[in-house]
């Protein structure tokens, strides 16, 4: 069955990317957006956008009876989930199939048993695959109490239904769990609309190590490399490469027979990864299944040459893989960093605003998937995201060279974002040398060890003069602003230079 038209349940740079598969494999892009989302980039860049309800996830992005009406209303034949929101509700794939539609994405049966956390730890048990040691669906606050104690603390509140870092807690004590727990199902609810909480062992500083997956319909299933994705806040991946600096061929192999084992067993289709925990003498431990499409694919896809979102549409399709394991072989090396509206000097805290300019990076082995551009608002109501950076190299050394670069072509102004600390991390030593685990940042980014390009003085010196030229700039025309034959850019960098000339 060839699709003619995508229905597009999501919102941002996810949309944005499916949008362009969409166009090279002339397919119509519908998309849905919520109020907050009027005049967003995924709705300028679709065939057709229909608003979905108000600002808040609950009442648009998650509404599953509104968005599978407007899917058949449209016209589409299927229906593209994105990540997060309701991208792994088994209950949502499978209205879609009843409603008549594709969901592009594993079955309703194979996402009830690899989406669900525990479910899916409860199937990999079951085939030796070493798992964390974790619990069954937390009822009470007593009864987290008593099995952290039994566990011993650290420990990790999980969410049940979604993955991404969304409804996790780590708890040290039982004073955290009450407030703890209740963040988590709030959060988990909020997000997947699934409340249910878990709990599991903390390990400490294990490297967070994924498996992508590739299965079709027609038995045939490989896997991809692997992604390293240890350096991160709030259990949310910031920066991911591929292949891993501390993975050898022979564990590769083995944690891809382990993911493509856990895919078959469930009857897993479309794609999927893996994720492991792996500890400093290389023994893995199993994590949880993402069945989605990953927000980190793209630097799979830099290695493979492969496009995973045209091949999750291919698979939704019947299509079978027209190649094999043995022909998969990955090529150099690729970094992504994940652009947040965030001030990470302040715990990496949410920021909302309008993005009043804007330019991206370009040259070779630079890839941007972004889902703004000037003039987007970047509201609270959803994850901050703006953008992916993506550098690929000959190996890693190139790649984290492209990557300095890109993050210094790289202009967003109007709010504040990680672009600064992402430059910090590819100068540090110990980056630099792949020594990574999950607590890269709480151990690198203590207030102390923060170094800036320009000192914090300068830098509000440099916003102050930025926001000034800002305000005369709105208030002249454009034709009293050209002076000389010099443009507007000009003036604000006249501006910047003079405070800088004049800064005590």
Same mark, same amino acid.
């Given at each position: 069955?060839?699709?003619?038209?995508?229905?597009?349940?999501?919102?941002?740079?996810?949309?944005?990317?499916?949008?362009?598969?969409?166009?090279?494999?002339?397919?119509?892009?519908?998309?849905?957006?919520?109020?907050?989302?009027?005049?967003?980039?995924?709705?300028?860049?679709?065939?057709?956008?229909?608003?979905?309800?108000?600002?808040?996830?609950?009442?648009?992005?998650?509404?599953?009876?509104?968005?599978?009406?407007?899917?058949?209303?449209?016209?589409?034949?299927?229906?593209?989930?994105?990540?997060?929101?309701?991208?792994?509700?088994?209950?949502?794939?499978?209205?879609?199939?009843?409603?008549?539609?594709?969901?592009?994405?594993?079955?309703?049966?194979?996402?009830?048993?690899?989406?669900?956390?525990?479910?899916?730890?409860?199937?990999?048990?079951?085939?030796?695959?070493?798992?964390?040691?974790?619990?069954?669906?937390?009822?009470?606050?007593?009864?987290?109490?008593?099995?952290?104690?039994?566990?011993?603390?650290?420990?990790?509140?999980?969410?049940?239904?979604?993955?991404?870092?969304?409804?996790?807690?780590?708890?040290?004590?039982?004073?955290?769990?009450?407030?703890?727990?209740?963040?988590?199902?709030?959060?988990?609810?909020?997000?997947?609309?699934?409340?249910?909480?878990?709990?599991?062992?903390?390990?400490?500083?294990?490297?967070?190590?994924?498996?992508?997956?590739?299965?079709?319909?027609?038995?045939?299933?490989?896997?991809?490399?692997?992604?390293?994705?240890?350096?991160?806040?709030?259990?949310?991946?910031?920066?991911?490469?591929?292949?891993?600096?501390?993975?050898?061929?022979?564990?590769?192999?083995?944690?891809?027979?382990?993911?493509?084992?856990?895919?078959?067993?469930?009857?897993?289709?479309?794609?999927?990864?893996?994720?492991?925990?792996?500890?400093?003498?290389?023994?893995?431990?199993?994590?949880?299944?993402?069945?989605?499409?990953?927000?980190?694919?793209?630097?799979?896809?830099?290695?493979?040459?492969?496009?995973?979102?045209?091949?999750?549409?291919?698979?939704? +399709?019947?299509?079978?893989?027209? /190649?094999?394991? %043995?022909? *998969? @072989?990955? !090529?150099?090396?690729?970094? &992504?960093?994940?652009?947040?509206?965030?001030?990470?000097?302040?715990?990496?805290?949410?920021?909302?605003?309008?993005?009043?300019?804007?330019?991206?990076?370009?040259?070779?082995?630079?890839?941007?998937?972004?889902?703004?551009?000037?003039?987007?608002?970047?509201?609270?109501?959803?994850?901050?995201?703006?953008?992916?950076?993506?550098?690929?190299?000959?190996?890693?050394?190139?790649?984290?060279?492209?990557?300095?670069?890109?993050?210094?072509?790289?202009?967003?102004?109007?709010?504040?974002?990680?672009?600064?600390?992402?430059?910090?991390?590819?100068?540090?030593?110990?980056?630099?040398?792949?020594?990574?685990?999950? +607590?890269?940042?709480?151990?690198? /980014?203590?207030? %102390?060890? *923060? @170094?800036? !390009?320009?000192?914090?003085? &300068?830098?509000?010196?440099?916003?102050?003069?930025?926001?000034?030229?800002?305000?005369?700039?709105?208030?002249?025309?454009?034709?009293?602003?050209?002076?000389?034959?010099?443009?507007?850019?000009?003036?604000?960098?006249?501006?910047?230079?003079?405070?800088?000339?004049?800064?005590?």
């Amino acid at each position: 069955m060839k699709f003619k038209k995508i229905l597009i349940a999501n919102r941002g740079e996810i949309a944005v990317r499916i949008i362009r598969a969409c166009r090279e494999l002339d397919i119509s892009p519908a998309v849905i957006f919520s109020e907050a989302d009027y005049g967003s980039l995924h709705v300028r860049l679709a065939d057709e956008a229909y608003l979905i309800g108000p600002a808040p996830a609950a009442e648009s992005y998650l509404d599953q009876e509104r968005i599978i009406r407007v899917a058949k209303e449209c016209g589409a034949q299927a229906l593209h989930p994105g990540y997060g929101f309701l991208a792994e509700n088994a209950g949502f794939a499978e209205k879609v199939t009843k409603a008549g539609l594709v969901f592009i994405g594993p079955p309703a049966e194979a996402m009830k048993l690899s989406g669900d956390k525990l479910d899916a730890r409860r199937l990999v048990r079951q085939h030796g695959i070493p798992i964390v040691p974790g619990s069954e669906t937390i009822a009470s606050e007593q009864e987290a109490i008593e099995i952290a104690n039994q566990m011993g603390y650290p420990v990790l509140l999980k969410a049940a239904g979604g993955g991404g870092g969304k409804g996790m807690r780590i708890v040290h004590s039982d004073a955290e769990i009450p407030s703890a727990l209740r963040g988590a199902r709030h959060e988990a609810k909020s997000a997947f609309g699934d409340d249910r909480i878990y709990l599991e062992k903390y390990l400490i500083k294990p490297r967070h190590i994924e498996i992508q997956i590739l299965a079709d319909a027609h038995g045939n299933c490989v896997y991809l490399g692997e992604r390293e994705c240890s350096i991160q806040r709030r259990h949310q991946k910031l920066i991911e490469e591929s292949p891993s600096t501390f993975i050898d061929q022979k564990l590769r192999q083995k944690m891809g027979r382990a993911a493509v084992g856990v895919a078959e067993t469930v009857g897993y289709v479309n794609a999927g990864t893996v994720e492991f925990l792996v500890d400093k003498n290389r023994n893995f431990y199993f994590l949880e299944v993402n069945a989605r499409l990953q927000v980190e694919h793209p630097v799979t896809e830099m290695v493979t040459g492969l496009d995973l979102a045209k091949w999750q549409i291919a698979i939704a +399709q019947g299509e079978k893989l027209d /190649f094999t394991q %043995e022909q *998969i @072989k990955p !090529s150099g090396w690729a970094i &992504e960093c994940r652009i947040y509206a965030e001030d990470f000097e302040n715990n990496f805290f949410p920021c909302s605003g309008r993005v009043t300019d804007y330019r991206e990076p370009g040259g070779p082995g630079v890839r941007v998937d972004s889902g703004v551009v000037k003039g987007s608002e970047i509201s609270l109501y959803y994850d901050p995201l703006i953008a992916k950076l993506i550098t690929w190299g000959n190996d890693r050394v190139e790649a984290v060279a492209r990557m300095k670069r890109g993050l210094a072509e790289y202009k967003i102004v109007g709010v504040t974002t990680t672009l600064e600390f992402h430059s910090q991390v590819m100068q540090n030593p110990r980056f630099l040398k792949g020594e990574l685990s999950t +607590q890269f940042i709480a151990e690198e /980014f203590i207030p %102390e060890k *923060i @170094k800036y !390009s320009v000192e914090p003085k &300068e830098l509000e010196l440099l916003a102050i003069s930025s926001a000034l030229v800002e305000f005369w700039q709105a208030r002249s025309s454009s034709k009293a602003l050209v002076q000389n034959g010099h443009q507007k850019s000009n003036w604000k960098i006249q501006a910047r230079q003079t405070a800088l000339r004049n800064f005590p």
